[in-house]
């Protein structure tokens, strides 16, 4: 297995990075349209696409921690260095906090939890407001909630910084940091 070194990454990080960002700013982007214009249909999509995501997040958890940052390709101001680290860690705590309080949410405020149909948490139905559920925690699902939206500015403004980033080495520094990342050396 290749691991990451100075010149070139593992293709395990540079997929798994690639996967999780493309699909989790389509989640964020989703979540907020169909938020914003009550578009319900997407609710289920959203939620089981986020579900889905989370294994794979887990994965690169795991793929972290055994395997550590990628060092940087040369030497950097100490607070380049200690903003970038930051955000990085912002970052992948936002990836594993963003599904869980979505579940909280969901399972919490009586909605069920399942992934394109296959039920992992059945809904808690209102028999008196057909169409309706109960909650089976209203302070867990309103933490949820509150985590999830929180959660979403700041990963927002995380990866607004995390981008502003790779593009000043890429096209002021003209280091191999970005090119590192899209697999090259
Ligand atoms: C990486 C995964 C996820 C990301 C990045 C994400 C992101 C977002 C964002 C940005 C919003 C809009 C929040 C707002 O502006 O108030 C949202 C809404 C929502 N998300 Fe997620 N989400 C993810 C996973 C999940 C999961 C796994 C669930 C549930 C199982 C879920 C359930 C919801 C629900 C129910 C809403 C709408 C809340 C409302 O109508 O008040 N999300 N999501
Ligand atoms: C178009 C958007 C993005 C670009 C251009 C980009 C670019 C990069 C680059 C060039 C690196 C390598 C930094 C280094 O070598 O020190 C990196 C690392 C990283 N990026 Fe992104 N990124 C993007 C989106 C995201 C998103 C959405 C997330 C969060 C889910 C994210 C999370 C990370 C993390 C945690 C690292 C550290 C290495 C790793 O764990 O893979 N990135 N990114």
Do not use: C
Not at 94 to 120: C, D, H, K, N, Q
Not at 159 to 170: D, E, N, P, Q
């Amino acid at each position: 297995m290749i691991k990451d070194s100075k010149k070139k990454l593992s293709p395990i990080t540079t997929t798994l990075h690639w996967l999780i960002a493309i699909v989790l700013i389509s989640l964020i982007a989703v979540g907020i349209y169909m938020e914003e214009n009550e578009v319900f249909f997407l609710y289920p999509i959203h939620k089981s696409i986020g579900m889905l995501l989370f294994s794979v997040i887990l994965i690169r958890v795991v793929w972290r921690i055994k395997s550590g940052w990628p060092e940087p390709v040369s030497q950097y101001k100490k607070i380049e260095q200690i903003g970038a680290r930051t955000i990085h860690w912002v970052l992948i705590i936002g990836t594993v906090m963003m599904p869980i309080s979505g579940m909280l949410m969901s399972g919490a405020g009586g909605y069920g939890l399942s992934i394109f149909g296959l039920e992992l948490l059945a809904s808690n139905p209102d028999e008196l407001n057909p169409g309706k559920v109960i909650p089976l925690s209203k302070s867990l699902a309103g933490l949820g909630h509150t985590l999830h939206e929180l959660g979403g500015n700041i990963m927002i403004f995380a990866i607004t910084l995390h981008i502003i980033g790779a593009f000043k080495h890429h096209f002021i520094d003209k280091d191999s940091t970005l090119r590192r990342m899209l697999g090259r050396r």
